[in-house]
């Protein structure tokens, strides 16, 4: 197995299963992250446009999102350029 192969492996384990939908909220999301840097303000833009996908959170799971969107802001970084 490549390094390539078993990034893709890990990354599928720390994502996880994720619907069409789930997957459309989650670029949102990033899309905004990459834009202003800052989670609350990512998550409220994303809920308008996907209010139904949309993560409600507080003071308590605050950073534990923070840290998934950063994530996947990286994970899809690598993707990019590996795909090049």
Do not use: C, F, Q, T
């Amino acid at each position: 197995m490549s390094d390539i192969d078993d990034y893709l492996s890990i990354a599928n384990e720390i994502i996880g299963e994720r619907s069409r939908e789930e997957e459309l909220y989650d670029n949102e999301v990033v899309k905004w992250l990459r834009k202003y840097g800052k989670i609350r303000k990512a998550l409220n833009k994303a809920k308008k446009k996907y209010p139904n996908e949309a993560l409600e959170y507080d003071e308590s799971s605050i950073d534990e999102l923070r840290e998934r969107y950063e994530y996947l802001l990286s994970h899809e970084d690598i993707i990019k350029r590996v795909s090049h």
